[in-house]
C-alpha cells in the first residue's frame, strides 16, 4: 500500500494561484475575483508529498497544495460538525475543527475499471473532495451523492503548514441526517451549536484550528441566516 509521503497530490504553482495580483490572506468567499478553483482546474499538477531534498510538496512553499474544506451543517439547529484532528498531518494534531479535509489525490483524477468517474461532476476537485467525505464520515439517511455547496477559499501564510496548503471551503446541508465519524483521526466529533463555536472564538482558544478561525465568522452567518 502506498504510503502518504509517496503518494502524489494535487498543487498549483504560488505564482499562478495568486498571478494577476490575486494573493490574499485569511478568508475570501466564492463570489469573488478571480475564480480560484476555474485556476485550479486549468493549472494543476501532481507531485509527491513527502520531502525528499525539500521538493516535496510539504516542504515546498513554491507550491500551494489544494485541500477541500466541508463543513457539514444543520441549519434548523444552528449546529456545525466539529471533530479534534489526529490525523497524518502532524502539525495540526489536537486541533478543533469544523472541516473535513484532505489532499486530492492522482487516483481521484482518474477513471475506474467500467471507464467512468465516480461521481457526476468529474473534477479532480470534487472527485478529491467526495472521496475524502466518505472515507472520514458515514452521513446516514442520505439518499443520493452529496452535494457540496462551493462557499469559499482560504489562505494564510504564517505558520509552516499554512504556506504549503490552499483551502477550497465547502458546505453540505445534513438537516434530519445522521453524521458518524468513520475516521479514528477525527476524534471526539460532534455537532456544536454556533454560540458555543463563537465563544470559544472569542477567547481565541489555541486549539482552534486556524482554518477554523479564519472560516468560521462567515459560516456561522451563512448558518444563522444574516
Sequence with gaps: MESKEDSRVLVVKREILF????????????????????????????????????????????????????????????????????????????????????????????????????????SPIYEGALRELSEEVEIIGLKSDPILIPFGYINLDKLPVDLVHFGLVYGLLVDGLEVRAKDESLAGSRFMKTEELGDLLREDNPKLCTWTKVAFPYIKNFIEGH
Design 19 to 122: 498571478a494577476d495580483d490575486a494573493y490574499f490572506t485569511g478568508f475570501r468567499g466564492v463570489n469573488t475575483d478571480p475564480d480560484f478553483e476555474k485556476r485550479i482546474e486549468e493549472n494543476y499538477e501532481f507531485i509527491r508529498r513527502g520531502s525528499i531534498g525539500n521538493c516535496g510538496a510539504e516542504e515546498n512553499p513554491k507550491y500551494k497544495q489544494i485541500i477541500p474544506f466541508m463543513f457539514l451543517t444543520r441549519k434548523k439547529d444552528k449546529t456545525i460538525f466539529t471533530s479534534r484532528y489526529f490525523g497524518a498531518e502532524e502539525r495540526l494534531t489536537g486541533m478543533l475543527t469544523i472541516g473535513v479535509m484532505g489532499h486530492i489525490e492522482e487516483h481521484d483524477c482518474q477513471e475506474n475499471p467500467e471507464g467512468q468517474r465516480r461521481f457526476v461532476k468529474g
